[in-house]
Each structure stands twice: as C-alpha cells, then as structure tokens.
T-cell receptor, first 113, second 114 residues
Framework: QQQVKQSPQSLIVQKGGISIINCAYENTAFDYFPWYQQFPGKGPALLIA?????SEKKEGRFTISFNKSAKQFSLHIMDSQPGDSATYFC????????????FGKGTRLHILP | DAGVIQSPRHEVTEMGQEVTLRCKPI?????LFWYRQTMMRGLELLIYFNNNVPIDDSGMPEDRFSAKMPNASFSTLKIQPSEPRDSAVYFCASYPGGRGAEAFFGQGTRLTVV
C-alpha cells in the first residue's frame, strides 16, 4: 500500500511532441505528489508538485494531471525538447506519517532531436 | 547551505572489501534517506532516519549492509563484505518533513565492486 507505481520504464519522443508519464498509488493518506527530474551524474531534483485539492497544475511546459478517484497522476511535457531528456520520478508523501516520501522507480525519457 | 554532501563521489573496490559511504545532510532537516539506483531496479529506498533514529530499514538488502546516523549532521552506509552486485549509484537525501516538503539529494556515490 506504500508503493507508487510508475510507467513506462522508458520513453522516446520526437522533439516538439508530448511526453506523458503515469503514476498510480494506493494509500489514500498521501496528500502531496511531487515529480523529480534527474540528469546524468546528478541527484534527482524537484520539478513540479501537486496537492490533491486540485486536478491540474501547470508550470511552463510541464503539467501534472491528478485524478483523486482513480488514485492516479501524470506528468505531461508539452513541446518536448532534447534538454528534457532525463530520468523522471513521481513521488508521494503524507503528512504525519513518519515524514517518509515514496518514489516511483523512474522513467528514462529521451527526446529525439 | 552547500546542500547535501556525499563522499566519495566514486569508489572502486575489490570484492570482499569493506566500503563506507558518507553523507552530510542539510542542517535543520529531520529526515535522511539512503537510496540505491541501478538501471534494472530504478531508485530503491534502503533505509531512512527520522531525528537520527532508523525508522524503516526494510529496504536494506542483506546483513552485509548497515547504516548509522550518530548525529544530525552525519550518516554512513557501510557494506561489508562488498560484492559485484552491489555496484550502483548510492544517493543520500535530506528531508525537512512536513506537508509539501522537498527532498534534497546529494550528487551520489558511484560504487563499482570488481
């Protein structure tokens, strides 16, 4: 119940296309859903995050869509660029639950020039 | 703040040797996580500490792995004896806790066991 399941494991998208990464969770106590971005040789870093009281959050070309009833959320990258090539992790956390943040396994995204 | 500091950045060791990875978290953060990243398994949580106390070590793969956090500013992950299958990138992450908090990762230690 503590897991966050992420798909696909890897993704190849043409430059200018839309990249979509999906995550699902089971624990309804989760109340914060961030996405992390990792470039080669670096640690993951926070990209964008959403709370379950909204269904969508947009920051530039990056959008999180959240479906509370389905317990699913996704990251959409519009007009994907080669510089977006990285590994993306979804995550979930719940306040007052040992302060633990749970990560998905990651998606390796490659944008073709 | 310099962020989360991990050392060494790279470690190459022979099978059977002891390996110690080090982490200095961000001052004031309540929680510290150790992760292992491989191509096959992605990002795996090994252990996490809250206020220097190990809360969940269910991700530690075997008794060969041990972790300590003697104080709020330092943690170690030790592998003894090391095996080739332990080769991976090991990350330490510092987390202030609370709703909407961001986890800050170190640069990682790339471990190669030959």
């Amino acid at each position: 119940q503590q897991q966050v399941k992420q798909s696909p494991q890897s993704l190849i998208v043409q430059k200018g296309g839309i990249s979509i990464i999906n995550c699902a969770y089971e624990n309804t106590a989760f109340d914060y859903f961030p996405w992390y971005q990792q470039f080669p040789g670096k640690g993951p870093a926070l990209l964008i995050a959403i709370r379950p009281d909204v269904s969508e959050k947009k920051e530039g070309r990056f959008t999180i869509s959240f479906n509370k009833s389905a317990k699913q959320f996704s990251l959409h990258i519009m007009d994907s660029q080669p510089g977006d090539s990285a590994t993306y992790f979804c995550a979930a956390s719940a306040m007052n639950r040992d302060d633990k943040i749970i990560f998905g396994k990651g998606t390796r995204l490659h944008i073709l020039p | 703040d310099a962020g989360v500091i991990q050392s060494p950045r790279h470690e190459v060791t022979e099978m059977g040797q002891e390996v110690t990875l080090r982490c200095k978290p961000i001052s004031g953060h309540n929680s510290l996580f150790w992760y292992r990243q491989t191509m096959m398994r992605g990002l795996e949580l090994l252990i996490y500490f809250n206020n220097n106390v190990p809360i969940d070590d269910s991700g530690m793969p075997e008794d060969r792995f041990s972790a300590k956090m003697p104080n709020a500013s330092f943690s170690t992950l030790k592998i003894q004896p090391s095996e080739p299958r332990d080769s991976a990138v090991y990350f330490c992450a510092s987390y202030p806790g609370g709703r909407g908090a961001e986890a800050f990762f170190g640069q990682g230690t790339r471990l190669t066991v030959v």
